[in-house]
């Protein structure tokens, strides 16, 4: 039995439904039944990639428009009226159980960032175990600051720190394969990501590539493993082809690459701070 | 359920600290001017915007009550405000060309020689136009969904609005964006070209 023709605006309901997983079984069935909503899915999704083209903040405004804020809450019956300020303090471990992927990453990136530092000043420091251990705590210690205070805990300044450092040992790292292969680069338009990511995945699934854990060497996993791990959903059942970091238009964001059976690269961009999506469209 | 991850820094905003106000507002800056960026379609208007959206969260603060997710409630505050905005604007002429510090049309000028890097200020400029042309209470819906990625629900909450009249407004707003950034762009249910007459579809002029 065939459903009978929709209305036009029930069709688009029903197609703008699908698109956004807000259909029912039902719904879905019909949908995947009906070449011309299938159609009309595919033209909504363009629709909605329009929508997501990346907004760009001018960094003096955002710092401006905060600032005013601030001293908005300091007037009387703001929040800060009474004057009072603290440090932002350590949450409660019951909140805050683990820090979000994304710290984790850049906790591991700040880490091997000081590892690539010291190695080469304990060369120079000769063979005292002493000076040696000493720097070895440093090192662990450094690792432990980020890693149990988790991202959140960081207050704004930190975070800024802790952004440049993991910078610095993705791009400098270039004898760690997992920051290597997660750092694309620093683009000026989409169209260059694009392009790198496409070779990026093009190199990684040729057959002598090696497997890994994050996608960016070419594995099919099916989750993020990345910075946006949990916070960008993406469609049942596809494979993970690139889980990276760049730069695009001077702004850090994520860059994945995944593919449904059957269909082709999907590219996804989403902003690090927040995995804010700003781009879905085919790769 | 998982903890919100902004609800110690509300706590803590609402306690007097500054820097977890600071830190709150700073994560929440950024989607804020998406979303003003987009209702409002011009940089001007959308940092005028931004900056009520913020000031309204900040003096809202302490009258969240936490029934629902922070960030849900930063979204309803601030489409308000920046509606809030627009109206106050509305006899402004509407947006065209960027405006001299628009970091989304000026930016860095585009390689004449680059076809793409051309074609994508022209997109931005034209997203910017066709969403302007949407009723308010399509373009916000639609931005909400598509920009900052809300579920029908939780769009429903910003908007004070039955989920059902979320998904038809949803829709609805991008099936004229569709129309608006593709004229030649129809549903192929409003056309059935007959096997003797292949006469072109009419203009759609629905609103």
Do not use: K
């Amino acid at each position: 039995m065939t459903d009978a023709p929709l209305p036009p605006d029930a069709a688009d309901e029903l197609a703008s439904a699908y698109l956004d997983g807000e259909a029912d079984a039902a719904e879905r069935a019909r949908v995947e039944a009906d070449p011309d909503l299938q159609a009309r899915v595919e033209v909504l999704a363009r629709v909605r990639a329009a929508v997501q083209r990346p907004v760009l903040v001018d960094p003096a405004r955002r710092e401006a428009a905060l600032t005013a804020a601030l001293d908005a809450a300091t007037r009387p019956g703001g929040v800060l009226a009474g004057g009072r300020e603290r440090t932002v303090v350590a949450l409660a471990p019951g909140r805050w159980s683990a820090p979000s992927p994304r710290w984790r990453y850049l906790a591991v990136a700040a880490a091997v960032a000081v590892a690539a530092l010291a190695v080469p000043l304990l060369s120079q420091l000769g063979d005292s175990d002493d000076e040696a251990d000493t720097a070895s705590v440093a090192l662990d210690d450094q690792a432990e600051t980020f890693g149990s205070a988790g991202g959140e805990a960081l207050d704004a300044t930190e975070r800024e720190e802790a952004a440049p450092a993991a910078d610095d040992a993705a791009g400098g790292a270039a004898s760690s394969p997992a920051f290597a292969a997660g750092e694309l680069g620093a683009f000026d338009d989409l169209d260059g990501l694009a392009g790198a990511a496409r070779e990026r995945v093009d190199a990684s699934t040729a057959p002598t590539t090696t497997t890994g854990a994050t996608g960016a060497e070419g594995v099919t996993s099916t989750t993020l493993a990345g910075p946006c791990a949990g916070q960008l959903d993406l469609p049942a059942g596809t494979d993970v082809l690139l889980d990276a970091t760049a730069t695009l238009e001077g702004e850090p964001v994520v860059v994945v690459v995944h593919r449904a059976p059957g269909a082709d690269p999907q590219l996804v961009v989403a902003r690090l701070d927040g995995c804010l999506r700003v781009v879905d469209q085919p790769l | 359920m998982a903890a919100d991850p902004d609800d110690a820094l509300v706590a803590a905003a609402r306690d007097g600290d500054r820097a977890a106000l600071d830190a709150l507002l700073r994560r929440h800056h950024d989607r804020v001017h998406a979303l003003c960026r987009r209702l409002a379609g011009n940089e001007a208007d959308a940092l005028d915007a931004t900056q009520e959206a913020l000031i309204a969260i900040v003096r809202g603060l302490p009258r969240f009550d936490g029934r629902s997710r922070f960030s849900t409630w930063v979204h309803r505050v601030a489409t308000n405000a920046c509606l809030d905005e627009l109206r106050r604007r509305s006899r402004r002429p509407a947006p065209g060309l960027p405006e001299e510090r628009d970091p989304e049309g000026a930016g860095p000028l585009p390689d004449p020689r680059s076809a793409a890097a051309t074609e994508a200020v022209v997109d931005r400029l034209q997203i910017d136009a066709a969403l302007a042309r949407l009723a308010p209470e399509f373009r916000a819906a639609v931005v909400l969904r598509d920009l900052c990625e809300l579920d029908y629900a939780e769009i429903a909450e910003v908007l004070d609005l039955p989920p059902g009249t979320v998904r038809s407004r949803i829709a609805r707003g991008r099936a004229q964006l569709a129309r608006l950034l593709d004229p030649g762009n129809h549903n192929p249910r409003r056309r059935r070209p007959t096997t003797t007459s292949p006469e072109p579809p009419a203009p759609d002029t629905a609103p």
